[in-house]
T-cell receptor, first 122, second 112 residues
Framework: GAVVSQHPSWVICKSGTSVKIECRSL??????MFWYRQFPKQSLMLMAT?????????EQGVEKDKFLINHASLTLSTLTVTSAHPEDSSFYIC??????????????????FGPGTRLTVL | DAKTTQPPSMDCAEGRAANLPCNHS???????VYWYRQIHSQGPQYIIH???NNETNEMASLIITEDRKSSTLILPHATLRDTAVYYC?????????????FGPGTRLSVLP
């Protein structure tokens, strides 16, 4: 199946610093990627939809100036947590959809998720 | 997207079949049933999906009732590595530009 990678897999930073997380589709192109956040013992919550070449769409309650998303190419989206605080400590996961062409034309397949990035803000 | 209801947790003996139920009584005719699982501290992993027919792949089988209001994911021979949170999601699909909405899922513990 298609592979989505994230870097780094974990990061510890001081309060007030910024952290960049990369999400890459390794063997396919992804026009749209999604960023999720998961707190301990909770389910995944969508933060934003990242569209290649355009601005990201943020979910209600997610600060776009704090969580900067850049989707500069069809294989890379980045999430930057600016001025991180301890409450931003979480597991951040990205996903991408694989689009393939079948006998009946274009076919949208299931989404593939990255392995996640664990952010700890001290 | 229609909402789903799953038991919060289940246990299964290693080597036995694990049957995970999911209720989706408000599912629409064009919505698919998807199953993902998440092993601790990893990203979700796709398992299987279906519309109305039963589906089987190398990982699992998906049984959908005739009225489509519920489904069951079957892991035929559970191993310790199948311990994970299993998410049942219904959505219009395939839909390239739409995210998945995750509920709390079922925490499956496979016991030795």
């Amino acid at each position: 199946g298609a592979v989505v990678s994230q870097h780094p897999s974990w990061v510890i930073c001081k309060s007030g610093t910024s952290v960049k997380i990369e999400c890459r589709s390794l063997d396919f192109q992804a026009t749209t990627m999604f960023w999720y956040r998961q707190f301990p013992k909770q389910s995944l919550m969508l933060m934003a939809t990242s569209n290649e070449g355009s601005k990201a769409t943020y979910e209600q309650g997610v600060e776009k100036d704090k969580f900067l998303i850049n989707h500069a190419s069809l294989t890379l989206s980045t999430l930057t947590v600016t001025s991180a605080h301890p409450e931003d400590s979480s597991f951040y996961i990205c996903s991408a959809s694989l689009r393939s062409r079948g006998l009946a034309g274009v076919k949208w397949n299931e989404q593939f998720f990255g392995p996640g990035t664990r952010l700890t803000v001290l | 997207d229609a909402k789903t209801t799953q038991p919060p947790s289940m246990d299964c003996a290693e080597g036995r079949a694990a049957n995970l139920p999911c209720n989706h009584s408000t599912i629409s005719g064009n919505e698919y049933v998807y199953w993902y699982r998440q092993i601790h501290s990893q990203g979700p992993q796709y398992i299987i999906h279906g519309l109305k027919n039963n589906e089987t792949n190398e990982m699992a089988s998906l049984i959908i009732t005739e009225d489509r209001k519920s489904s069951t994911l079957i892991l035929p021979h559970a191993t310790l590595r199948d311990t994970a949170v299993y998410y049942c999601i219904v959505r219009v699909a395939p839909n390239y530009g739409q995210n998945f909405v995750f509920g709390p899922g079922t925490r499956l513990s496979v016991l030795p």
